[in-house]
């Protein structure tokens, strides 16, 4: 029993003993307690304007200053971690979950087929993520929604490919081979014998990903084509703070800083998971 | 290891003489070539769509449409309203009804279209006016009767009666912008964005969509020319951003956004000139009344008493613009000292529990800009106040200007718009895009009043200040009582250009890209 317990939380200490994993979990936790404690960490309501203490500066009155409206940052920005973890987490696992469906239907599937969803991938691909995001705001308006489908569109392919190329490898190994002779139908085959076998590398990488989707939450935000005022979003305070950057930097500087240390935390946390896991792609990428 | 640098010079040493050298260059900040009188780069707010003087859609592009097709007059720029000639030698107005012109003599159009003429005068005029054209500016010719050609380079333009904004609102535009009959006729439709038969100061040389306009220096004008070779205009929606444009030395002239003037104008930067200029435009909150959910009038008064007018202009321009209280600004005939309904919370509660609507939802569109965005945000929040919710929807300016276009496949579904209108001197150019005929072209309340038809055709004739005041007031007291509109602000316009650039500005502050010149 003990031993069977210090097995589980072998993988975890590995992580704590590496300086950047250790860090990258402090960040990780950091930002997803603020996020869930955001209800009883704000003072104020987050989309409440008082233009009357419009554009004050960081205080113990408010944390990290207001906007142009008056909105207490801090508050805005805890709750901004929200929308960022809930898009980011949603929209990944979204990915992960079509993503390893089509790929498995790919390489396990006949050769036409594989071609087609090829073409298909590729052809989503070759999309800029910005004109990809424009065409589809511009057909159905900026929201959260939108957002999501970007980076699930964005995302997929990548995914896919992954799983369709080990599941290629894998298709023909004798393990597989043992089951279909056994009498094992397609979906158990892929379900039991070849999903588990793929899956792991895509986790990491899925957590990588995170960051990634975070900015471009943000980013669509900013532009004005993401989640809809007066909902915080990091990427909105952001676009607030850019119009008197010079007079008012902390706006900036509250909606940049936890992008940041969102973006270090999860990828300290991804690289790390990634060596200690795999540690044949250590030092890569 | 074999020494490839020059004399003692060390590799250490040489990269620290770059990094040096890099740091210096980006130390001074980078001036655009204007010091030289070759090139002036300014900023447009929006790209151009429509070349076409009887089809334009936007500020940005009328200035550019007076630079590349002769008018017959432009504004006189500086502090004082009235007009220059550029391709006329002389223009008066004989009578009430008669105005007299006669052409420069060797004016041309590029492309083998031979000289300006006064038949082209005729074409150009009537063209517009012409209701089979469908030209959104036809109003600007309403009471033209026709252009009767004299000889060559002489004519007189007949009107059907007393048109008192023709010299303030309509020669003075692009509707006196002369186009090639020939070259119109063979081409059998309106310009887009490649102008054929160009034939002013400057010519368009090259366009490329949302990156950058050129004109170049004709080089067949004759007469007074451009400034510049070149004038380089790039569009940027958001005056934030051209504001970092301009302090990164990418542009010699922007207009700046009004919550910006106070800063900039106590700390301006180095080497720039900034201008605060009284506008003329006007900003509100357009209601539409065939909307389903709008179409109970007391729902939309509800929203008239829901928004503080007030705290929306100061949150939005902190504090530098004033409140409007109508289409026409301080000065004009016609202009008002108060709207007929107040800002009353309580007063738009009852109203909407009259009519039924508690819990409304609403959306409201708005230009993707850092001001709009605030003004909706405050006006999102009064009406949150009262029981309603609004969804706001922030849209590019090529989606923006055609939301409530008849056109279109949204003017239905349009509900709450927050827009700014550019204005003339004149307030017969704010009344004209809220009557019956601009329904579903520029009036996108879809507000449909004939008494203020009448009344707007009235103050077209009427030159006493006293009798235009009172027919303006009563024509913006209709549509206040339409409940289709709160009026927000006239702005103020803020500018900013480099000190080796002397720039063309009409006393509103709007541009006349060929008034440019070197300082």
Redesign the interface.
């Known amino acids: 029993m003990s031993a069977a317990v210090s097995d589980a939380w072998r993988p975890v200490r590995r992580l704590l003993a590496e300086p950047l994993g250790a860090l990258g979990i402090a960040l990780v936790l950091l930002v997803i307690g603020g996020a869930v404690l955001a209800d009883w960490l704000s003072v104020y309501e987050p ?1 409440r ?1 008082s ?1 009357r203490d ?1 554009f004050q500066g960081p205080s113990w009155t408010h944390l990290l200053g207001t906007d ?2 008056g909105r207490d940052l801090f508050s805005r920005v805890l709750h901004g971690g929200r929308i960022a973890l809930s898009v980011a987490l949603f929209s990944t696992a979204a990915s992960l979950a079509i993503g390893v469906v089509l790929g498995l239907i790919a390489g396990y599937g006949p050769r036409w087929l594989d071609n087609l969803m090829l073409l298909l991938f590729d052809s989503i691909k070759s999309f800029p993520t910005v004109m990809l995001a424009l065409a589809l705001v ?1 057909l159905f ?2 929201s959260l929604t939108a957002v999501v489908v970007v980076v699930v569109l964005v995302n997929v392919p990548g995914y896919a490919r992954i799983i369709r190329t080990q599941t290629l490898a894998l298709k023909e190994s004798e393990f597989v081979t043992a089951a279909q002779s056994m009498g094992a139908g397609t979906a158990r085959v892929l379900r039991v014998h070849i999903m588990p076998n793929v899956i792991g590398p895509l986790l990491i990488l899925a957590s990588m990903d995170i960051p990634v989707v975070i900015a471009i939450e943000a980013g669509m935000s900013f ?3 993401g989640v ?3 909902t915080p979003s990091w990427g909105a305070i952001l ?2 703070g ?3 950057i ?2 008012t930097p902390w706006i900036v500087i509250a909606g940049g800083l936890p992008i940041i240390l969102t973006t270090l935390g999860f990828t300290f946390l991804g690289e790390t998971l990634r060596d200690v896991f795999d540690p044949r792609l250590k030092g890569r990428g | 290891m074999t020494n490839y640098l020059p004399g003692d010079l060390s590799r250490r040493s040489f990269l620290a003489a770059m990094g040096a050298f890099g740091a210096a260059s980006m130390a001074v900040p980078r001036m655009a070539l204007s010091q030289d009188g070759t090139v002036l780069t300014v900023r447009s707010y929006s790209d151009l769509q429509v070349l076409d003087p009887a089809y334009r859609l936007s500020l940005p592009e009328d200035d550019i449409i007076r630079s590349i097709f002769a008018p017959l007059v432009i504004p006189q720029p500086g502090d004082v309203w009235g007009w220059k000639p550029v391709a006329v030698d002389s223009i008066e107005q004989l009578d009430d009804t008669t105005v007299a012109f006669t052409l420069k003599d060797n004016i041309g159009f590029t492309d083998g279209y031979g000289q300006m003429t006064a038949d082209d005068v005729k074409f150009s005029i009537e063209r517009m006016a012409d209701p089979a054209n469908e030209s959104p500016y036809a109003g600007d010719w309403a009471a033209l009767k026709e252009v009767e050609v004299k000889d060559r380079l002489s004519g007189l333009i007949h009107l059907k009666n007393k048109f008192v904004p023709l010299w303030t609102t309509t020669l003075p535009t692009p509707a006196a912008c002369i186009l090639s009959r020939k070259a119109m006729e063979e081409m059998g439709d309106k310009i887009t964005t490649e102008p054929v038969a160009q034939s002013g100061q400057y010519l368009l040389a090259d366009w490329q969509p949302k990156q950058k306009t050129i004109l170049r220096r004709n080089p067949d004008w004759a007469h007074e020319p451009g400034g510049y070779e070149e004038i380089h205009i790039i569009p940027i929606e958001d005056p ?1 951003t051209a504001e970092r444009g301009f302090e990164a030395g990418d542009l010699d002239y922007t207009w700046t ?1 009004v ?2 003037l106070p ?1 900039l104008k106590e700390n301006p930067p180095a080497g720039a000139v900034v201008l605060e200029k009284p506008s003329l435009a006007y900003v509100w909150l357009g209601l539409n009344q065939d909307n389903p959910a709008l179409q109970d009038i007391r729902i939309r008064r509800a929203i008239q008493h829901a928004i503080d007018r007030q ?1 929306v202009v ?2 939005a321009y ?1 504090g530098a613009a004033g409140v409007a209280n109508g289409i026409i600004a301080p000065g004009l005939p016609g202009s008002r000292d108060a709207v007929t309904y107040d800002y009353d919370p309580d007063k738009a509660r009852a109203l909407l529990a009259e009519a039924g609507a508690e819990g409304l939802t609403v959306t409201l569109d708005i230009l ?1 800009q ?1 001001e709009r ?2 003004a ?3 006006i ?2 009064n009406l949150a106040d009262v029981g309603i919710n609004c ?4 849209n590019d300016s090529g ?1 923006f200007w055609t939301l409530g276009s008849k056109d279109g496949d949204y003017f239905m579904d349009l509900q709450l718009v927050l827009s700014r209108f550019s204005m003339q001197p004149d307030p017969s150019w704010a009344s004209v895009w809220f009557t019956p005929e601009q329904v579903g072209v520029w009036n996108w309340e879809r507000f449909d009043n004939a008494e203020y038809k009448a009344l707007h055709d009235q103050g077209l004739v009427e030159d006493a200040f006293a009798a235009r005041d009172e027919i303006y007031k009563k024509m913006q007291a209709l549509m206040d009582e339409s409940g289709c509109y709160v009026f927000l602000t006239h702005e103020v316009v803020g500018a900013i250009h480099r000190d080796t650039v002397q720039p063309g500005l009409k006393p509103n502050g709007e541009s006349l890209y060929s008034e440019f010149k070197p300082a």
Do not use: Y
């Open positions: 989309s304007i233009p419009r142009q409206l511009t308006g900026p532009l004005g084509l809809r005022p007066p676009n607030d850019f119009t008197a010079r007079d | 934030a956004s919550s910006s800063r705290t100061d949150a902190f993707n850092s965005l605030t909706a945000q405050v999102q929040a969804e706001i929807k922030q989606t």
